[in-house]
């Protein structure tokens, strides 16, 4: 992995998150304190960027590449889009990582400090924390929506499985 430091101040950052939607919403200022918690990093095919079990604090979004989340071996999900999220669950619940995120192909994500969130509420920039966990719901809402639609397909199919016997 290759990693800048922290972006304090970086303009052309600024431009490349007015680019992606889910940036759309924030103010100049607001991306600037991003830029000031964030690094870039870049991952070469196969580099794990989230290890299945750790404790950490930080949350991806994806600016180039794409990333498979893997579980158990086994690929539950591609993520290939701008703006893609990866790595909120930790942040949100403090809980230790639930899947590997490895690189499928060379990506540069943007990486956020969550640990600063705290620091934000503190500093009563409610709106900005307001904002990034409205992003984090909204992000989960549609995951949770997939997931039981393919467990109900999966249930269905069990459930065939035990009438054709």
């Not at 990866?86 to 619940?93: A, H, K, L, Y």
């Not at 809402?141 to 393919?150: F, G, P, Q, V, Y």
Request: charge should be neutral; include cysteine.
């Amino acid at each position: 992995m290759k990693e800048t430091t922290y972006i304090a101040e970086n303009t052309q950052i600024i431009l490349l998150l007015r680019k992606i939607n889910r940036f759309k919403v924030f103010s100049d200022e607001d991306l600037q304190s991003f830029s000031r918690l964030s690094k870039i990093r870049e991952y070469e095919v196969g580099e794990i960027i989230i290890q299945e079990g750790t404790y950490d604090c930080w949350v991806y979004f994806l600016l180039n590449g794409s990333v498979d989340i893997i579980k158990n071996g086994q690929k539950l999900s591609h993520l290939a889009r701008s703006g893609d999220i990866f790595g909120e669950m930790g942040i949100i619940d403090g809980s230790p990582r639930s899947a590997n995120i490895v690189a499928a192909t060379k990506s540069i994500v943007l990486a956020i400090d969550g640990s600063v969130l705290d620091r934000q509420i503190q500093n009563n920039d409610i709106s900005f924390c307001y904002t990034i966990y409205r992003i984090f719901a909204e992000v989960l809402a549609i995951r949770l929506r997939d997931t039981t639609k393919e467990y109900s397909r999966l249930k269905e199919i069990i459930s065939r499985m035990g009438t054709s016997q």
